[in-house]
């Protein structure tokens, strides 16, 4: 039967961490509705009881055996998250190569679950941020066939820094499906964060703090250069 009580499984710096992002992600408009989901990396393997969900675990992942994650639940508000996170997750595990879901009664894990688990196999982060964020989102359409990547690099002195490998750019695809999943994996095996066309944008650290900071600077060098664009400046120069 589906699990009930693992609250307790989350260490208090977990669950603010978790709040604060979900704050973050809410007060910028990011995360309308239901939209958008945290995950992190647990410091110890946890299986609190029977699963709610089990399945074969894809090949691609199967080297995060023995790990496991904080998700957020699907269809989870972020501003309600920020108030009480506990009540807003549960855990995903990689067990003897099945995949594990713990949640409570009549509640899934974020439908995004495969894009994050394909995204800690290629990328090695230890916390992934997604959110709808407006101008990752539209950004690869306005410059279609140019570099992105390059331009954003350039934009902004922050982004080489906080974004150490760069950015990607992955088309359209369907949300929580495995072609999307896929398609982010491959990008983030060589960059921090990834621009999702008409869906936002991915971002990975080392904890939650850092995924954050790497989303925000994604998104505001998006912007930049979406403003560089509207006064008719060249964004290769």
Request: proline content about 3%; aromatic content about 6%.
């Amino acid at each position: 039967m589906p699990c009930s009580n693992f609250t307790n499984l989350f260490s208090q710096e977990v669950l603010a961490e978790i709040s604060v992002v979900a704050g973050v992600l809410d007060s910028k408009g990011w995360a309308e509705g239901g939209g958008g989901n945290i995950s992190v990396r647990l410091a110890e393997f946890a299986s609190p009881s029977e699963s709610s969900n089990s399945a074969s675990c894809p090949e691609r992942i199967r080297q995060l055996d023995g790990s496991s994650f904080a998700f957020t639940l699907s269809g989870s508000r972020m501003r309600e998250v920020a108030v009480s996170p506990a009540e807003h997750l549960g855990i995903v595990s990689v067990e003897n190569g099945r995949l594990e879901e713990y949640a409570p009664a009549e509640r899934r894990i974020s439908s995004e679950l495969l894009t994050h688990l394909y995204a800690y196999a290629a990328n090695g982060c230890s916390a992934i941020v997604h959110a709808h964020a407006e101008y990752s989102s539209v950004l690869s359409r306005l410059f279609e066939g140019r570099d992105v990547p390059r331009m954003l690099g350039r934009v902004h002195t922050e982004m080489p820094i906080v974004l150490e490998r760069g950015v990607s750019v992955v088309g359209q695809h369907e949300p929580g499906s495995k072609q999307l999943a896929g398609a982010v994996g491959d990008a983030l095996s060589g960059s921090d964060a990834v621009l999702l066309e008409r869906h936002g944008l991915i971002a990975g650290g080392s904890d939650l703090m850092q995924a954050l900071d790497r989303f925000e600077v994604a998104e505001k060098c998006s912007r930049m250069l979406y403003i560089e664009k509207l006064a008719g400046l060249d964004a290769d120069s």
